[in-house]
C-alpha cells in the first residue's frame, strides 16, 4: 500500500486548473517509469440531469515533450486562425435557450475569451 501511495504522489508533480463554466480544464505534469515528465490535458465536463443528479464527462490527451513545440507552433496557428476569421466573439452562446447578452460586458467577454488562449505556454514545463 506504501508503494502505491508514493507512485501516486510522484505522478502528481505539477497541476493546474482552467475553470470556464461547464468545463473545467486541468493540465497535469505526469512522470514515466523511466522519471521523465509528461503533460496530460483533461478536459472535464459537467452534465446536469432533470432530477438535478449530474455527472462528468472527461477527455484526456497526453502529450510529451518531443512534441511540445510543433504541439504548441499547431495551437498557436490554430487559435489565430480561428480568431482572425471569427473574432473573439463566442458566437454559440446566442444559440443556447438560457443566453442572455447584457449591455457593456462585449468588451469583458472578448478580453476573457482570449486571455485563455493566447497565453499558452509549454516552455515552463
Known amino acids: 500500500m506504501a508503494e502505491r501511495a508514493e ?3 510522484q505522478e502528481e508533480i505539477f497541476s493546474q486548473v ?4 461547464r468545463r473545467t480544464y486541468f493540465f497535469d505534469v505526469r512522470a514515466t517509469k523511466a522519471d ?5 490535458v483533461t478536459e472535464s465536463k459537467k452534465f446536469t440531469h432533470d432530477d438535478g443528479s449530474f455527472h462528468y464527462q472527461k477527455h484526456k490527451i497526453y502529450l510529451y515533450k518531443e512534441d511540445f513545440t510543433d504541439f504548441q507552433e499547431m495551437l498557436s496557428k490554430a487559435t ?4 482572425n476569421e471569427k473574432g473573439s466573439e463566442v458566437i ?3 444559440h443556447q435557450k438560457d443566453f442572455k447578452k447584457e449591455e ?3 468588451a469583458i467577454d472578448t478580453l476573457k475569451s482570449t486571455e485563455s488562449f493566447t497565453d499558452v505556454s509549454f516552455e515552463d514545463i
Do not use: H
Not at 18 to 21: E, Y
Open 7 to 9: 507512485r501516486v504522489e
Open 18 to 21: 482552467l475553470r470556464a463554466g
Open 36 to 40: 521523465d515528465y509528461y503533460l496530460t
Open 80 to 83: 489565430d486562425y480561428i480568431l
Open 92 to 94: 454559440s452562446e446566442r
Open 104 to 106: 457593456g460586458t462585449e
